[in-house]
């Protein structure tokens, strides 16, 4: 066989390949009095590409033969086409079946749910939402990379399985080798030092602890990697495993994580918007109508910082009826930071300084001993896209708002450490990686945004 193209690469050239091959999947065939018309997609951009077999082609039998859903590989001649709406097609001199699919095959031309797509995991990457959905995420993770590499952050990898818990919520996955039929009991508690790591040891929620103590030593650091949470919520917003991004700058105050979330986001939208024209377009088109305006809105945006407290006044100032009663002291809801985002500010905002009782125990304590150096990006369309801190430094505070908190010190021994020897201010956020794909596509479900969902009740695939 001779070296293959992509089909994308095939749409996009300027002149006819007298010598052209490619291979893919057979998206849908119709037959005329003289043609067979097929559509062949690898995945590589969301349009098609024509291949157009004569009746007296040599492999017209073959190309009656096919149905959609087999892969196959063709080679000849890319030339004009003469039909409207597509600038080329490809007349085959060769046709290999590599798999043949029948009339089982459950992806048909028309429009399947994304609840019934959910279901065959397996096949629904050859759609074109999530043929889309993979490109974008592609590309995302491509901007993460490119913008921290840019910027002089060392890439770290933190541990998966932990023995602490970042959120101090409880929330996690044990991980075990014990065998739970029968399980070693001391004084009526597992006896944990007889397991695999001779602790109680789960899935990680967060990098974050790992990632400060690396920050400590490197300066600028950021993770990528999968978290877990074992939070039995059936929601559109909520996965059991996902992506996060997390960067952390040592000797860096609350101020220099706002202006780097900003930085971030821009980058990343600009690079998506430059780089997904095809697939933005069909977003914008048939899942969420304004969503490139609205990105294109945030990347032109200077985005405004307001405390919490300027925050809440706002919102009790509304005449808007909210479901969830505004007062000081309360998390915010989506409701109420769509509202800041779409209705008053219209554009982005970063709001800053978080009562410390809503607020994760890392966070740094504010003078008056009831806010924290908390802020959270909230965006048109969305809400909450990004959380971060100033982390606290102090030992002293540090250990008394664990014990606030009814977090065991003992448990978080070489997280205190770094705040003994060499302490240093510092700060850094995190951005879901799966709630961005989602916010950048317009997709209704997060389940949608990533090829093998693990919810409540589902870990198939």
Same mark, same amino acid.
């Given at each position: 066989?001779?070296?293959?193209?992509? /089909?994308?690469?095939?749409?996009q050239?300027?002149?006819?390949?007298?010598?052209?091959? &490619?291979?893919?999947? @057979?998206?849908?065939?119709?037959?005329?009095?003289?043609?067979?018309?097929?559509e &062949? %997609?690898?995945?590589?951009?969301?349009?098609?590409?024509?291949?157009?077999?004569?009746?007296?082609?040599?492999?017209?039998?073959t190309?009656?033969?096919? =149905?959609?859903?087999?892969?196959?590989y063709? =080679?000849g001649?890319?030339v004009?086409?003469?039909?409207?709406?597509?600038?080329?097609?490809?007349k085959? @001199?060769?046709?290999?079946?590599?798999?043949?699919a029948?009339?089982?095959?459950?992806?048909?031309?028309?429009?399947?749910?994304?609840?019934?797509? !959910?279901?065959?995991a397996?096949?629904?990457?050859?759609?074109?939402?999530?043929?889309?959905?993979?490109?974008?995420?592609?590309?995302?993770?491509?901007?993460?990379?490119?913008?921290?590499?840019?910027?002089?952050?060392?890439?770290?990898?933190?541990?998966?399985?932990?023995?602490?818990?970042?959120?101090?919520?409880?929330?996690?996955?044990?991980?075990?080798?014990?065998?739970?039929?029968?399980?070693?009991?001391?004084?009526?508690?597992?006896?944990?030092?007889?397991?695999?790591?001779?602790?109680?040891?789960?899935?990680?929620?967060?990098?974050?602890?790992?990632?400060?103590?690396?920050?400590?030593?490197? #300066?600028?650091?950021?993770?990528?990697?999968?978290?877990?949470?074992?939070?039995?919520?059936?929601?559109?917003? =909520?996965?059991?495993?996902?992506?996060?991004?997390?960067?952390?700058?040592?000797?860096?105050?609350?101020?220099?994580?706002?202006?780097?979330?900003?930085?971030?986001?821009?980058?990343?939208?600009?690079?998506?918007?430059?780089?997904?024209?095809?697939?933005?377009? *069909?977003? +914008?088109?048939?899942?969420?109508?304004?969503?490139?305006?609205n990105?294109?809105?945030?990347?032109?945006?200077?985005?405004?910082?307001?405390?919490?407290?300027?925050?809440?006044?706002?919102?009790?100032?509304s005449?808007?009826? *909210?479901e969830?009663?505004?007062?000081?002291?309360? +998390?915010?809801?989506?409701?109420?930071?769509?509202?800041?985002?779409?209705?008053?500010?219209?554009?982005? /905002?970063i709001?800053?300084?978080?009562?410390?009782? /809503?607020?994760?125990?890392? $966070?740094?304590?504010n003078?008056?001993?009831?806010?924290?150096?908390? $802020?959270?990006?909230?965006?048109?369309g969305?809400?909450? /896209?990004?959380?971060?801190?100033?982390r606290?430094?102090?030992?002293?505070?540090?250990?008394?708002?664990?014990?606030?908190?009814?977090?065991?010190?003992?448990?978080?021994?070489?997280?205190? +450490?770094?705040?003994?020897?060499?302490?240093?201010?510092h700060?850094?956020?995190?951005? #879901?990686?799966?709630?961005?794909?989602?916010?950048?596509?317009?997709?209704?479900?997060?389940? +949608?945004?990533i090829?093998?969902? !693990?919810?409540?009740? %589902?870990?198939? *695939?």
């Amino acid at each position: 066989m001779m070296k293959r193209i992509r /089909i994308a690469e095939c749409l996009q050239s300027e002149v006819p390949i007298n010598e052209c091959s &490619i291979a893919g999947w @057979v998206r849908t065939k119709r037959e005329s009095k003289e043609n067979i018309f097929i559509e &062949i %997609n690898d995945g590589s951009c969301l349009a098609n590409l024509q291949v157009v077999v004569g009746v007296g082609d040599s492999y017209f039998e073959t190309a009656q033969r096919l =149905h959609t859903g087999a892969s196959v590989y063709i =080679h000849g001649s890319l030339v004009a086409s003469p039909a409207q709406g597509q600038k080329w097609e490809l007349k085959p @001199v060769v046709i290999t079946v590599f798999g043949d699919a029948d009339q089982s095959y459950p992806l048909q031309k028309k429009r399947h749910s994304f609840e019934f797509l !959910r279901e065959i995991a397996h096949l629904r990457p050859r759609t074109n939402t999530m043929g889309a959905i993979m490109r974008i995420r592609n590309q995302v993770s491509y901007a993460i990379h490119t913008f921290f590499q840019h910027k002089g952050f060392l890439y770290v990898h933190t541990p998966i399985i932990t023995t602490s818990d970042c959120e101090g919520a409880g929330e996690m996955f044990q991980v075990t080798t014990l065998d739970l039929r029968n399980l070693p009991v001391v004084n009526g508690s597992i006896d944990y030092t007889q397991d695999f790591f001779g602790a109680k040891a789960a899935l990680t929620v967060s990098g974050q602890l790992e990632g400060e103590l690396l920050a400590m030593a490197s #300066g600028y650091i950021y993770t990528f990697g999968p978290t877990f949470r074992a939070e039995n919520s059936n929601t559109t917003r =909520h996965l059991s495993e996902f992506w996060m991004v997390e960067p952390e700058m040592a000797f860096a105050t609350l101020q220099d994580d706002c202006s780097l979330a900003e930085e971030f986001l821009r980058f990343v939208f600009t690079w998506v918007l430059e780089k997904c024209k095809e697939d933005m377009q *069909f977003f +914008d088109e048939r899942i969420k109508p304004g969503i490139i305006k609205n990105l294109e809105l945030i990347v032109s945006s200077s985005f405004e910082i307001v405390t919490y407290t300027e925050a809440i006044e706002k919102l009790k100032q509304s005449r808007d009826s *909210f479901e969830f009663p505004v007062h000081w002291g309360m +998390d915010l809801q989506t409701e109420h930071e769509r509202w800041l985002t779409e209705k008053y500010f219209k554009k982005p /905002i970063i709001v800053i300084h978080y009562p410390k009782a /809503i607020k994760a125990f890392y $966070m740094k304590l504010n003078d008056d001993n009831n806010t924290v150096r908390a $802020m959270d990006v909230l965006v048109p369309g969305v809400g909450e /896209i990004i959380g971060g801190s100033e982390r606290e430094d102090r030992y002293d505070v540090l250990i008394a708002r664990m014990k606030e908190m009814e977090l065991n010190p003992d448990d978080y021994w070489w997280y205190l +450490d770094i705040r003994k020897f060499g302490s240093a201010p510092h700060a850094g956020f995190g951005l #879901g990686f799966e709630r961005a794909i989602q916010f950048i596509t317009g997709m209704q479900n997060i389940r +949608d945004v990533i090829p093998f969902p !693990r919810t409540p009740g %589902n870990a198939r *695939f």
